[in-house]
């Protein structure tokens, strides 16, 4: 999941629903968790945000300072890890998400899903860890703030993607509803038919989802999804005017591997120069010991 979910929108609503079906409604719904409805071990393959074990998401951005007007690279990455751990009595899989900024680690969460009998992919909570670095890039302190587990602290899950049968233009869920821990997200259904074009490919019938939180009023957040693929655009920090903070595109999926730790754009040619002489001298060992 991208770091960091945030929404701003409505009232907070107290609702008790049956799972299925869910109907429309005006408030967001949030759904009745009961662990009966979770296989231990299923894999989560909702057509809209699958996570096999080993896959590793990207998404970058180019990302401005509204203060200076200066640029920097920010690279997000999630991977899937074949962890799990048991929260409000199921078994949820562990994602790996971190945010790295011109190379350097800005934030660290553990995210926890699990997907029930139905096909809703159910987000279970996280362990979140954001750093505050000084002018010479040395952490001088983290936060954590926002992290939460389901069944603590009043803390309750909420669909992170349903099945396909409740993706309705206007159906409105939480994620999660944790307002003792600062988290208390939700989205609505916008489209199911926006076309996007990245460099990753170009898509079709693309879910688009706007997500909000009462704790952030006056932000949102559009999130794009394609079937089969997963989350391809997120545009953050969107004001009620409009106006866009942040789009975060992605570029890669790769399987089979752990997360790499991004490096800034600058020092590819560095890593280039110091690969060549590395080699030259691995060829020159290779020649010595042949003679």
């Known amino acids: 999941m991208l770091r960091r979910r945030f929404f701003p929108a409505c009232l907070i609503v107290s609702l008790v629903l049956l799972l299925l079906p869910l109907t429309l ?31 590793t998401f990207r998404w970058e951005a180019t990302v401005t300072d509204p203060e200076d007007n200066s640029t920097s690279h920010q690279v997000e990455q999630d991977f899937v890890t074949s962890q799990t751990k048991t929260l409000g009595g199921v078994l949820a899989r562990v994602v790996h998400s971190t945010v790295h900024v011109d190379g350097e680690q800005e934030e660290d969460t553990l995210d926890y899903y699990a997907q ?3 096909g809703n992919v159910w987000y279970l909570g996280e362990d979140t860890k954001s750093f505050e670095r000084d002018d010479e890039g040395n952490i001088i302190s983290t936060d954590t703030t926002g992290s939460w587990h389901a069944g603590i602290n009043g803390a309750k899950p909420g669909f992170i993607m349903p099945n396909e049968a409740q993706l309705k233009v206007g159906f409105e869920y939480f994620q999660e509803s944790a307002p003792a821990d600062d988290a208390l997200d939700q989205a609505k259904v916008e489209s199911l038919t926006k076309s996007v074009n990245i460099p990753f490919g170009s898509f079709t019938d693309v879910l688009q989802t706007r997500e909000s939180s009462s704790l952030e009023p006056g932000f949102h957040e559009n999130k794009y999804y ?5 989350l391809l655009v997120a545009e953050e920090d969107i004001t009620s005017d409009g106006k866009i903070g942040d789009t975060l595109r992605l570029t890669s999926i790769t399987h089979g591997g752990p997360a790499v730790i991004p490096l800034p754009p600058a020092a590819w040619t560095g890593m280039s120069t110091l690969a060549l002489l590395l080699v030259g001298k691995g060829l020159r060992r290779a020649r010595r010991r042949s003679r």
């Open 226 to 230: 394609a079937k089969g693929v997963g």
């Open 25 to 55: 409604r005006a408030d967001p719904v949030l759904p009745n968790f009961d662990p009966a409805n979770f296989t231990a071990g299923a894999p989560i393959d909702n057509p809209f945000f699958p996570l096999s074990v080993g896959t």
């Open 116 to 118: 029930d009998k139905f």
